[in-house]
């Protein structure tokens, strides 16, 4: 077969491999996370519902089809990176392929900080009435989220998520390991931030015990009011930009505070 012909088989190949393992990470995270927090322990975790109502099975059925077919936007977009190794173009080889364990960590907690902030940014940007209705129209007809809603995308927010794995491999020698942990914690955090149960834990105050990472309410507020809360896993951005909702130390207490009922409205 002439190197045409391998080049389309190896791509094949790689497009395969990035959709079984993305397909894998979301199918254990989403109906494990749905099946844990929303039937087998809610009636212990009804306390810490943020909202009375549950979203009605199909959306459930859709966000699950929508999230196969962002997840197989991921895998097309991940091709470039291949492309991009198979020609030489990813510097610091060494350091990716046979990091040390100081590498791995570093690489795993500058990746997720970098994620952050494109994250942030590119979902600021997708909020734009002209850009909304083409890019984050999708996740947002989540109104209530579920697990499920995590990948639940456009194909072109799918294309602009998918596109920071790219950007930032060209950027920085980001050791294989560390990676691959990144993009566990990634859906780890999503699915929970979407799965309407408060699990982060709060202070005596009734204010978040880590206050600089996302809680559940805080991206649940995005879904009920968008135009606030675009971060995934730190506050930081909203805080230096002012998009905090104003209501969310007192949201996250009624969830999450000591014997406070469950946020009795959304909007
Ligand atoms: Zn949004
Ligand atoms: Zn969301």
Redesign the pocket.
Known sequence: MDTGGNLLLDLGRHWLMGFGNDMVRYIIAAPLTWLVLCVICAPLLRHRKIRPDSPPAMQLVVEFLCSVRSVAVFSTVSLLSIVLWKAGLLWGGDWRENAGPVWIVVSFAITVVAHDAYFYWAHRIMHRPKLFRTFHRR?HR?HN?TPF??YSFDLAEAAVMASFTVIWELIVPVSWVGFTAFLIHQIARNVI??SGYELFPAGKDGRPMFDWMTTVTH?DL??SQAGYNYGLYFTWWDRWMGTEHPQYYARFAAAAGPRQPALATAE
Request: glycine content about 10%.
């Open positions: 996740h989540s989220p809603t995590a931030g979407h991206h995005h879904h």
